[in-house]
């Protein structure tokens, strides 16, 4: 049975952030904007990651709108305004006409279905396809955009496959991105190809392993980078994909491996990435929603869509 006092974060997105009672929003609230981009076709390994974005949609229905934040402060997710724009028809296209489509309906995300330009896009994915068209569309001109990855992965593959999963970030650089305005965080140990990470190294790309970070604490590294690509970057452009977690919070991701971050400090990672005035839209991807048999993978990405929401509502305006 339901609780009238237990609001459920699926409820607030598919009303719209509204709350139940007029008045309750701050005016202007932060405007929230979500994309599902379900792209399987890139995958190098089959995978059903289409199916994430409905199953990240279903999963809200078991958390509330409630963040309890450290030092006893909480966030509630009415505070934030939210237009889910449903999912992009991507069923039945080969991979490159999918990632053309996915680059004309991010395109769009500014159209008349939203009243004014949204604070923060979130794209649900998918595979890591998604985030070489949906940051070009985004950022536009990347000559002064910047890249934050949190991504066990370079992502910086020959195109010799055509354009997988695990090319987007040499096709972003190949696109005018600036190698110095890519930060990557949660690179594995034995995850990357030596000529890889050669090839990052020389393009002047900042790498921290998963072992930096968890030194330093993974919300706390990943805002002081926010900082540093704001300073010389007009947007952000942030991928927090899934599969930079340690195997054993991530049964859905088919390239996470023992030794990657936990689920909390992702979540860490997602709020600090909400909260940062610089980034306009950050996509969660590479969970295979088809291979996550007790659901506990979409449940992380469910709560990163909550966090970076969360991080929105405490966003300097």
């Not at 994909?241 to 979540?267: I, M, Q, S």
Request: aromatic letters at 4%; charged letters at 20%; a negative charge.
């Amino acid at each position: 049975m339901d609780d009238p006092q237990w609001p459920r974060a699926s409820a607030w997105l598919a009303r719209g952030g509204e709350p139940p009672e007029i008045g309750e929003v701050p005016d202007p609230a932060p405007l929230l904007a979500v994309l599902g981009l379900p792209l399987s076709q890139a995958s190098i390994s089959p995978s059903a990651a289409h199916t994430t974005p409905a199953a990240i949609r279903a999963a809200l229905a078991r958390f509330s709108t409630l963040a309890a934040l450290p030092g006893g402060s909480t966030v509630e997710l009415d505070s934030v305004r939210v237009r889910d724009l449903g999912d992009l028809d991507l069923v039945g296209l080969d991979n490159d006409d999918a990632q053309d489509l996915v680059a004309a309906g991010v395109a769009e995300v500014w159209g008349p279905a939203l009243d004014r330009a949204p604070d923060l896009v979130v794209l649900l994915g998918g595979d890591n396809g998604v985030t070489r068209p949906a940051m070009d569309a985004i950022v536009g001109d990347l000559s002064d955009g910047g890249l934050l990855t949190l991504d066990a992965h370079h992502d910086v593959r020959g195109f010799h496959a055509g354009r997988t999963n695990g090319t987007p970030v040499r096709g972003l650089l190949e696109d005018g991105l600036p190698g110095r305005n890519v930060v990557q965080i949660g690179l594995g140990t034995f995850t990357n190809a030596p000529d890889y990470r050669r090839y990052c190294d020389a393009q002047g790309i900042t790498v921290v392993t998963a072992t930096e970070a968890r030194r330093e604490g993974v919300g706390a590294c990943v805002a002081r980078h926010l900082d540093a690509l704001a300073s010389r970057c007009r947007q952000i452009y942030v991928d927090l994909d899934v599969d930079v977690l340690d195997a054993v919070y991530a049964p859905g991701c088919p390239g996470a491996r023992p030794g990657g971050l936990a689920a909390w400090e992702l979540h860490d990672a997602a709020l600090e990435v909400g909260r940062h005035p610089g980034v306009v839209a950050v996509d969660i991807v590479e969970v295979d929603a088809g291979a996550d048999p007790t659901g506990v993978t979409v449940d992380t990405a469910a709560l990163c869509l909550l966090s970076v929401a969360a991080g929105l509502a405490l966003r300097p305006r």
